[in-house]
């Protein structure tokens, strides 16, 4: 379901991107003649978004941080609370002058959060993972589209040999990793379950934690002193998690817009 301002900005870019009116003519009095062809292309997007297809696969795309990445159904749309974590890890370097020279963007999917980290800090070397080949094509088109070269490589985070693959010494290590149960499934929106990748979206035996355990893993001898882990988390979970990182960091919770404790931090020294 859209609200009133959404349909209508969903309206107006269908009318763009495929009847090819433009902005200026949707706002005048003058009256559009469309063709036979582009009526044929708005019958086809109304099909489409009538299924419950989601309005950002149908125009092959989605605005994040400023910029439109292109995504497809083998990448999860860019949400807004990733946004906000983007937003968080530039507001935290920002605070503290601190400039990362090397950034990992794990389970990168459409690559939104390792090309905004690039276009953030243009001098860091950025990588970003991705165990789905498709979506790392995805990641590399938007990089190249966007003029952000980050380097993407392709690991499953839950096998053993991950990081002899990755740098030995990390800035700041971010991740929006898969975080839902399948048990989860039953209260999510069906055309999410029906149009998003799964992999994206469900952990692995049904165990919440198995994404940020390994990466926790992986990177607790490569995080830098005075270095940041910041993750995307499922707000059910939050205190198992805390609890795990605890072990090895300092440990912030934050919450997202709606209130949820959606973010977690962890760094190693005193904040
Ligand atoms: C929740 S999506 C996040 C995508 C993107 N970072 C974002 O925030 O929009 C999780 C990503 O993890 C990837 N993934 C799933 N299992 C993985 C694994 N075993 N190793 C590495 N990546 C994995 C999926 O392919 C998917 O792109």
Redo the contacts with the bound molecule.
Sequence with gaps: MYDLSEAETLIRYVLEDFAGVKRWQQWSDETVQLSQDQIFKLQEVLDRLCKGEPYQYILGKQLFAGQWFEVNGN?????PE?EELFQLVVEWCKKRSFAPDTII??????G??AVSLKKAFPNARVMG????EK?LDVAKKNAKALNAPVEFIQ????KPDVAQHLPESVDVIV?????VLLSEAKAMHVNVLKYE?H???FV?YEDPLI?YRRILEISVNTLNQKGLMAF?INPLYYSELKELFSKFFLVELLKDLSGKNRFLFATKQTK
């Design positions: 990448v999860l749309i860019p949400r990733t963007d794990h389970c990168t999917g459409s939104c959060l993972t991705d165990v789905s979506a690991v499953d985070l839950l991740s929006n990793p898969p975080y990748p992999i994206a979206l692995p994404f995307e």
